[in-house]
């Protein structure tokens, strides 16, 4: 248990802070009305613990279209999943730390290289934990990616609403 203990924490380090900035900028939640979903590879680890990433695809998709947005191959913001997993097979133990983000592909001029460059801004991302048994893990997951997209979506109302951005 020491072990999965030990591996929970190397994968919370892994999760980047939040966000911040306020509107009116390209990292903004504001007149977003239409993303994109994307899907990153799991860990070789998800397979034992149940995790397909099939079932949390459309879950993602699901909220977010219910919550107000629409969803557009061509849009300019991205809404990513990312999901680490580990296993330890003595134990039956299972940790995944789920993470959503939302970014904007803007194009900025480097004055170092002396050109214009491309890249990704992060708009909100927040992340969780979870560990669980593997015959409970896939249940434990979607219930983080759940509250995930939930609390991106509540911080898109908010933002356009009047509220303060990356909340």
Same mark, same amino acid.
């Given at each position: 248990?020491?072990?999965?203990?030990?591996?929970?924490?190397?994968? =919370?380090?892994? %999760?980047?802070?939040?966000?911040?900035? $306020? @509107? &009116?900028?390209?990292? !903004?939640? *504001?007149?977003?009305?239409? /993303?994109?979903?994307?899907?990153?590879?799991?860990?070789?680890?998800?397979?034992?613990?149940?995790?397909?990433?099939?079932? =949390?695809?459309? %879950?993602?998709?699901?909220?977010?279209? $219910? @919550? &107000?947005?629409?969803? !557009?191959? *061509?849009?300019?913001?991205? /809404?990513?999943?990312?999901?680490?997993?580990?296993?330890?097979?003595?134990?039956?133990?299972?940790?995944?730390?789920?993470? =959503?983000?939302?970014?904007?592909?803007?194009?900025?001029?480097?004055?170092?290289?002396?050109?214009?460059?491309?890249?990704?801004?992060?708009?909100?991302?927040?992340?969780?934990?979870?560990?669980?048994?593997?015959?409970?893990?896939?249940?434990?997951?979607?219930?983080?990616?759940?509250?995930?997209?939930?609390?991106?979506?509540?911080?898109?109302?908010?933002?356009?609403?009047?509220?303060?951005?990356?909340?």
């Amino acid at each position: 248990m020491r072990r999965l203990a030990v591996l929970l924490a190397v994968l =919370l380090s892994t %999760l980047p802070a939040a966000a911040g900035s $306020a @509107g &009116g900028t390209p990292a !903004d939640l *504001a007149g977003i009305k239409e /993303i994109r979903i994307a899907i990153s590879q799991v860990t070789p680890d998800a397979s034992a613990c149940g995790i397909d990433l099939r079932e =949390l695809q459309p %879950l993602v998709s699901g909220r977010i279209v $219910a @919550g &107000g947005l629409s969803i !557009d191959p *061509a849009a300019d913001v991205t /809404i990513t999943l990312s999901i680490l997993t580990g296993y330890d097979r003595t134990t039956g133990a299972c940790a995944s730390a789920p993470m =959503l983000g939302a970014y904007r592909q803007v194009s900025y001029f480097d004055e170092k290289a002396g050109w214009l460059r491309s890249g990704q801004v992060v708009l909100w991302q927040r992340g969780t934990a979870t560990t669980t048994t593997s015959p409970d893990h896939a249940d434990a997951v979607r219930a983080a990616v759940t509250r995930l997209a939930d609390t991106f979506l509540e911080s898109w109302r908010s933002v356009n609403t009047g509220g303060l951005a990356n909340r």
